[in-house]
């Protein structure tokens, strides 16, 4: 297996489109960077001092108001601190280097798309060149092979989304430096950071497994992404629309909730819904291992033309 | 010798949705013994590349058996699979990656050493267009650097799908003489290919097959031989009246060129002569006539399907 896996993973990285991908994506992030960097006025001390003091005035009266009213998890406390916000937003329109969690959120539905574009080319690419026949006449334990690509289809995945988080990370924290501030960077800050780099390199990675996964069904990168694409955009949207209590079942919605790691409620027309984290985890791993059984059930019996 | 290959009613039928499936192979016997050069033959469609899938695991047969080097296929195939080079169809190599790098990749499947990817690039001559994308390869180029493929894992048994498929004539000449020494060299080469005359030239054995089903199998001359029965070419002056002497004395006999072609073995050389020079007809030349392949494949066929010449 290791063999294998290291064949694999040669031809991972030898990818052109891999190359084109990663190199067209810091491209797109320093561009990005630039114009952000050049947007923003960065505050005076004053103006960051006179923030401080408002944020503080603003976590002293939500400490005191009455939120009976209110439904929320874990302290007062930390319900103020997610309330109040971070105190750089009261400097007036600027780059921040606090909002680099909500960034990256913010791109985790790129890198998850890139992940999915990378994850069903890489299977979808040995059936249309037909070098899925040169592969099996040296390993023909079919599905041995298979799980060697998966492997290393989230791995490689993995890794690349953290650099490109890695990258926006350094990049953002330079411009926010030079152009913006970076108050509000703290223990939890980083915290959040890490975690949250964490997890959209893990939803990307997870995208390419399920990319990977149909296209090992439909063996074209096409028709795998047209696939995920109808899935995600067209039929969890009507059900959406017309089950709203169906959601919390949605591959979509507990992406979005595994990726802002918080506990959402919605009212909709026919009654609550409610995202929890855990939930989402078991509803994506669901999905995944349902792809995943339906790949490895076509790369085993199928002939191979 | 043990056998490498051994086939037992291999049929393959493909399914179509509402038309009656398609028979590839029906109901295939076959072995090969261990060693030299194993001609596979027949015309485009007669299930050629069916059988070398199904041996390798790449379709799974509708009914019989198949075994290489002993394991039953597809489930003992990972335990041989190393020992067993091959090649199918055209060979399937990623276009935008150089030669070497895709040798590179294979080799790493089975942990062969990078010595071993330059020597197989050497040895089919594409060591200096090595670090060149595959997809500016020449269809000889991609030929050759799919034997190279084959070569790596050092195979006891080498099967190889119409390997001189694209070649110009001396690209043909290099591939037969590679093969001639591999089978030399002690390997068993199991080449399949439409064009029976180029075979002929480096086969041992032979199989013919035809519509999915073996029509005949042996060496090379018996093959020859059950196809149409030996013959005898001569020539003497007057051809019509030398034809006309063969078939009163009872010797089927037609004229090919400057040749009659008599339906006789080649021991009974005697009546001949004794037939023509009973009508005064000295012959200048009298010799076996082996034919070749497509003759023996069109007569044992019994039908004028075309085949590669």
């Known amino acids: ?305 | 010798m043990a056998a490498v290959i051994e086939i037992e009613g291999l049929r393959k039928e493909y399914r179509r949705l509402r038309k009656p499936p398609t028979v590839a192979l029906d109901g295939l016997d076959l072995e090969v013994s261990e060693g030299g050069v194993f001609g596979f033959l027949g015309p485009n469609g007669a299930g050629k590349t069916t059988t070398i899938r199904c041996i390798l695991g790449l379709v799974s047969a509708s009914a019989g058996k198949a075994r290489l080097l002993g394991n039953d296929v597809p489930h003992g195939l990972s335990r041989v699979i190393q020992r067993v080079g091959s090649i199918v169809e055209a060979p399937a190599l990623f276009p935008r990656f150089t030669g070497r790098r895709n040798l590179e990749i294979l080799a790493r499947i089975d942990g062969i050493a990078r010595d071993a990817v330059d020597t197989a690039l050497d040895r089919v001559g594409l060591t200096a267009r090595a670090n060149d994308m595959v997809r500016t390869y020449s269809l000889g180029m991609k030929q050759r650097l799919g034997i190279a493929a084959a070569l790596l894992k050092d195979p006891s048994l080498l099967i190889l799908d119409e390997p001189a498929n694209g070649l110009d004539p001396a690209g043909i000449v290099e591939v037969r003489d590679l093969l001639r020494s591999l089978g030399a060299e002690g390997r068993t080469v199991f080449v399949s290919s439409h064009i029976l005359s180029e075979v002929q030239q480096v086969a041992d054995r032979v199989a013919i097959l035809a519509r999915g089903r073996l029509v005949a199998a042996g060496s090379v001359h018996d093959v020859l031989a059950s196809g149409r029965g030996a013959r005898i070419a001569v020539r003497v002056p007057d051809l019509e009246a030398g034809r006309l002497a063969l078939v009163e004395a009872g010797i089927a006999a037609t004229i090919e060129g400057d040749l009659i072609r008599a339906a006789v073995p080649p021991e009974e050389g005697e009546r001949v002569t004794r037939a023509l020079v009973a009508v005064g007809l000295y012959p200048s030349l009298l010799q076996p006539d082996e034919g070749n392949l497509e003759q023996a494949f069109l007569e044992l066929t019994g039908d004028d399907q075309q085949v590669g010449a």
Not at chain 1, 192 to 214: C, F, H, K, Y
Request: aromatic share 10%; with cysteine; hydrophobic share 55%.
């Open chain 1, 1 to 305: 297996m290791r063999r294998l896996i290291a064949s694999e993973l040669l031809r991972f990285r030898s990818r052109r489109l891999v190359v084109v991908l990663l190199v067209g994506a810091l491209l797109a992030t320093a561009v990005g960077l630039v114009i952000a960097a050049f947007q923003s006025t960065p505050p005076s001390d004053a103006a960051i001092a006179a923030a401080e003091v408002r944020a503080r005035e603003e976590m002293a009266s939500c400490l005191v108001a009455d939120w009976d009213d209110v439904s929320f998890e874990g302290t007062l406390q930390e319900f103020c601190r997610e309330y109040v916000g971070d105190p750089a937003q009261y400097a007036g329109s600027h780059l921040k280097l606090a909002d680099l969690p909500k960034v990256l959120e913010g791109i985790s539905s790129i890198t998850s798309i890139l992940g999915l574009v990378i994850g069903a080319s890489f299977v979808a690419v040995s059936w249309q060149t037909g070098t899925i026949s040169t592969i099996f006449t040296w390993e023909p334990r079919r599905l041995r092979w298979f799980a060697a690509r998966i492997l290393v289809i989230a791995a490689g995945v993995f890794v690349m989304t953290l650099v490109i988080v890695a990258f926006l990370s350094a990049g953002l924290a330079f411009a926010a430096a030079l152009r913006g501030s970076i108050v509000g960077v703290d223990g939890a800050w980083w915290s959040d950071v890490l975690t949250t780099s964490l997890r959209v390199a893990v939803a990307a990675a997870i995208s390419a497994v399920i990319g990977a996964a149909v296209a090992a069904v439909g063996r074209h990168t096409a028709a795998a992404l047209g696939v995920v694409f109808v899935w995600t955009a067209v039929i969890e949207g009507l059900i959406r629309g017309f089950r709203p209590l169906w959601s919390p079942w949605l591959l979509g919605d507990n992406i979005v909730t595994f990726l802002s790691w918080r506990t959402t409620e919605f009212g909709t027309i026919q009654g609550p819904v409610t995202f929890t984290p855990g939930h989402a985890v078991l509803v994506i791993l669901g999905y995944t291992a349902v792809v995943l059984f339906f790949g490895f059930t076509f790369v085993r019996i199928r002939d191979v033309q």
